[in-house]
Nanobody, 124 residues
Framework: QVQLVESGGGLVQAGGSLRLSCAASGRTFSGYSMAWFRQAPGKERAFVAAINRDGGTTSYADSVRGRFTISRDNAKNTVYLQMGSLKPEDTAVYYC?????????????????WGQGAQVTVSS
């Protein structure tokens, strides 16, 4: 199993930047593909970005492509989500997820491990 802990959430003004981190513990981190999802109040959890186990393949939701960057440091067992040009509609709880696979899945059902979530609030 792998345990995931997100950090770096907070309140930021529109147009600002924020970086989320997700620290993993447990089994070999480099064997997992990682992803970020988000859930806004009253909405379903939605895919944000994913990265495969070696970082060579990434995938993004259309709503964040060009503004957000997912990356990972396998030596530090950590995955990051760098968020820029933030908009009020980016306000949500952001979840880190892991799948023991080489593929950067976009469906939440493909991920078996989840963090507790980090609140990101973007003010207008």
């Amino acid at each position: 199993q792998v345990q995931l802990v997100e950090s770096g959430g907070g309140l930021v003004q529109a147009g600002g930047s924020l970086r989320l981190s997700c620290a993993a513990s447990g089994r070999t981190f480099s064997g997992y593909s990682m992803a970020w999802f988000r859930q806004a109040p009253g909405k379903e959890r939605a895919f944000v970005a994913a990265i495969n186990r070696d970082g060579g393949t990434t995938s993004y939701a259309d709503s964040v492509r060009g503004r957000f960057t997912i990356s990972r440091d396998n030596a530090k067992n950590t995955v990051y989500l760098q968020m820029g040009s933030l908009k009020p509609e980016d306000t949500a709880v952001y979840y880190c997820a892991a799948a023991y696979s080489g593929f950067a899945f976009v469906r939440s059902s493909s991920y078996g491990y989840w963090g507790q979530g980090a609140q990101v609030t973007v003010s207008s």
